[in-house]
């Protein structure tokens, strides 16, 4: 493993990353938990979410890469403004790249189709980006800035801290 690779996971923005894809993995398992389960650990294998979710974890240690490059030499104030800021860019940018993602492949799965026109491929392509964008936006992202602003000011600190 190369030398930055390796200091990288001793910080507490990739620990901070982890601790969200296992928050990431619980809520999954409590939303897809079938009737008379509290939570369903297989959820993975009922869906076809390899794909998504490879992107989504590949997107949140990106993000998690970029602060930690970007947090050293700061100042501990403002590095805990720059981590709230990137704690809260982080899941924005998962949900419209993901989400994005998901649309084309649902819209492509419609152009094949005899008799498909263009105009209902652009209302269906609009109703899928409706579904996998927009709806998550309102539904995730307030209640994941709640967790990531504050948790991504803490993190922001300490690797200030630990830099120095």
Sequence with gaps: MPPPARL??????????????????LVGALVFAHTGEALNF????????????????????????????????QPPQRAGWR????????????????????????????????????AGFCEYFGSEC???????LAYIMPLGSLVAGPLGWWVGRRAARTAR
């Design 42 to 73: 297989g959820w993975l294998s009922r869906f076809d979410f390899g794909p998504s979710l490879l992107l989504g974890v590949a997107i949140l240690y990106g993000g998690a890469w970029l602060f930690w490059r970007r947090s050293g030499g």
């Design 130 to 136: 409706f579904n996998y964008i927009v709806k998550p």
């Design 8 to 25: 990288f996971i001793r910080t507490p923005v990739f620990w901070a990353a982890t601790g969200g894809v296992g928050l990431i993995y």
């Design 83 to 118: 981590g709230a800021a990137y704690g809260v860019l982080t899941p924005l940018a998962i949900i419209v790249l993901v989400g994005g993602y998901n649309a084309a492949d649902e819209a492509l799965r419609l152009a094949p189709y005899y008799g498909a026109t263009v």
